[in-house]
């Protein structure tokens, strides 16, 4: 049987009896009190009635033979009234009739009178045992919810936690939108997920400023006419035709020409577009979210960026935090690229320890994100964890993570030895040093550590 939620000793669940003799009901009261947190009794449909308003009731007994109303004539009037409740019928007349009747109307299960005590307590236990998994599924449905709450964004960290919820208030909104943010951290994962929310009916449609020639931006963004320019054979329709009624997402913003910051200025100010060439200007309908790495305050000083474009860019800053300081995400991530990647490429997953994940978390992901998902697909084609996060990483962090009271001995020495070997560079006879071992020894225990990893 699954485990039950306990309160106070018992059981947490409420009981409602509904039978018209007094000798069931005491019986199956003082039986089930014994077990679960309230068990009510009543002897009608109406009285049943009042203690469910005063009540929730996870389970209700009901004879099918009530005075009045019948039970299952009760039942039907209540049912689409109670709808996290499971009901078990009883009857001292039972038929295949009734049964049928039961079943069809939703009763989780139909005791025929006279009962023993112990089938009642076990049609009981098993309506609870789904209650139970039930309840574990919707508090696992939150926790995945709050896990992936947009596509490919994930973690429990209040920085991601307080970003989704920023995300979700401003989506619909048209203002502009500026993400900062270090490379590999998600920033285009931020903007789509902005989109999304939107709800806007254009597409997304994203463009790295720095990949694109000055001399052609221009009309990457705008538009030319044919015979605008040397090679324009063509009409070309712009990214802001494009994106019309979507999002244009600029990534890397400030690699953008002086040149074209003023053009793109006056779009943002005017929601007008021309084409290189043309005399006609277009209306857009764009949401524009930019993106940076760099600092766009010091290139405005510096004379890089342009001032008003600037503070146009900067009506709402969404700064998304880089892996070494939301270290608690490494887990959740590893958990989510793993079972991608490994669906992608035709190959198990690779299962990740407790071990593995504290050697992870050792780690400073100067990278971040996309070095982090670079790593799990290398472990995917290698089938373990890379000896270099495993032993001698020598990028790490030199802050301890600590030993939780729950690791047993193995666990800390084998931590503790990563560590030594980390701090000493990876150099083997220094680190034997420091942990009072012959070099010998230390080869031989982090030999085992290898092979014992190869091996879960």
């Known amino acids: 049987m699954s485990e039950i939620i306990k309160h106070n000793g018992k059981e947490a669940f409420s009981i409602l009896i509904v039978d018209d003799e007094l000798g069931i009901q005491d019986f199956l009261q003082r039986s089930l009190r014994k077990i679960y947190t309230l068990v009510e009794v009543a002897g009608t449909a109406e009285e049943a009635d009042v203690l469910r308003m005063e009540c929730s009731f996870d389970l209700l007994i009901i004879d099918i033979s009530l005075p009045g109303m019948s039970g299952v004539e009760w039942w039907k009037s209540i049912a689409n009234q109670i709808e996290h409740s499971d009901v078990i019928f009883m009857t001292a007349f039972a038929d295949i009739d009734n049964t049928i009747e039961a079943l069809r109307i939703g009763a989780f299960d139909f005791i025929q009178k006279p009962f023993r005590l112990e089938e009642i307590i076990l049609a009981v236990e098993r309506c609870f045992e789904r209650r139970s998994l039930e309840r574990e599924n919707f508090v696992l449905r939150r926790q995945v919810d709050r896990l992936y709450l947009f596509e490919g964004m994930i973690g429990t960290s209040p920085q991601v936690q307080d970003m989704c919820k920023l995300i979700s208030r401003i989506a619909a909104t048209p203002s502009v939108i500026l993400i900062e943010g270090e490379s590999g951290t998600g920033k285009e994962l ?67 020409p002086l040149s074209t910051q003023a053009k793109f200025l006056r779009v943002l100010e005017e929601g007008r577009i021309r084409p290189v060439g043309s005399e006609r200007e277009i209306v ?35 700064h998304v935090a880089p892996l070494r300081e939301r270290k608690q995400d490494i887990a959740p991530i590893v958990q989510y690229y793993s079972k991608l990647l490994a669906t992608q490429l035709s190959l198990p997953p690779v299962p990740f320890n407790h071990n593995d994940i504290q050697q992870l978390a050792a780690y400073d992901w100067p990278g971040n994100i996309r070095e982090l998902k670079n790593m799990i697909e290398r472990c995917i084609l290698l089938g373990k964890l890379p000896d270099e996060m495993l032993i001698a990483n020598t990028g790490r962090s030199e802050k301890t993570v600590g030993y939780p009271d729950s690791w047993t001995v193995d666990e800390v020495e084998k931590a503790h030895i990563v560590k030594a070997v980390d701090n000493a560079g990876g150099n083997k006879t220094q680190a034997s040093k420091v942990l009072g071992i012959s070099r010998k020894t230390l080869c031989r225990k982090l030999q085992a550590m290898v092979d014992n990893h190869a091996d879960d």
């Not at 000055?214 to 015979?227: A, D, N, Q, R, V």
């Not at 040397?230 to 890397?252: I, R």
């Not at 008003?308 to 709402?316: A, E, G, I, K, W």
């Open 284 to 318: 857009v309908d764009v949401r524009v979210v930019a993106a940076t790495n760099r600092n766009l305050k010091e290139d405005v000083q510096n004379g890089l960026f342009r001032e008003d474009l600037f503070y146009r860019l900067n009506v709402l800053t969404i």
């Open 190 to 256: 931020v903007a789509n997920a902005i989109h999304k929310e939107s709800k806007r009916s254009g597409p997304f449609v994203p463009i790295n400023c720095g990949a694109i020639s000055p001399e052609l931006i221009e009309s990457e963004f705008f538009g030319h006419k044919k015979g605008a320019f040397t090679g324009a054979e063509y009409a070309h329709k712009g990214l802001f035709s494009y994106a019309d009624g979507g999002t244009l997402f600029l990534d890397e913003v400030g690699e953008m």
